[in-house]
C-alpha cells in the first residue's frame, strides 16, 4: 500500500473513531434487549410433560406474595410486584439488583 492511501486510511478511521467517540452511549440506546418477568420455577419429568391437559396444575417454587424476578437477555436485574395496567399486566419494582452485584452473575 502506497504513503498516499495509507495515510488516507488512517484519516478516514480516525474520523470514523471521532464521530463514534462524540455519540457516546447514544450508540447503545437502540440495542433491543429481551425483558422476561418469572413467576417461579418447577422442574418436572417428560412423563409429566407429556401427560399435561388443560386445567393440569403446575406447583412453582415461589410462594404466593413473593416478588417476581425481572431478567434482561437473562439476566436478574429486578425484583417487584404484579399490578394491572389499563387491563394489562405490568411489574412495579422493588428491588433493583446492584451493578456490582449484576457485574459478579455475569460469569
Request: net charge negative; aromatic share 2%.
Amino acid at each position: 500500500m502506497s504513503d498516499m492511501n495509507q495515510e488516507n486510511g488512517q484519516e478516514l478511521a480516525a474520523a470514523g473513531q471521532d464521530d463514534l467517540e462524540g455519540r457516546g452511549i447514544d450508540l447503545l440506546l437502540d440495542i433491543p434487549l429481551q425483558v422476561s418477568v418469572e413467576v417461579g420455577r418447577s422442574r418436572i419429568l417428560v412423563r409429566e410433560l407429556l401427560q399435561m391437559q388443560e386445567g393440569t396444575l403446575i406447583e412453582l417454587d415461589k410462594l404466593a406474595g413473593e416478588p417476581l424476578d425481572l431478567y434482561v437477555n437473562d439476566r436478574l436485574i429486578a425484583r417487584g410486584e404484579a399490578v394491572v395496567v389499563n387491563d394489562k399486566f405490568g411489574l412495579r419494582l422493588t428491588d433493583v439488583v446492584s451493578p456490582s452485584e449484576r457485574i459478579e452473575n455475569l460469569g
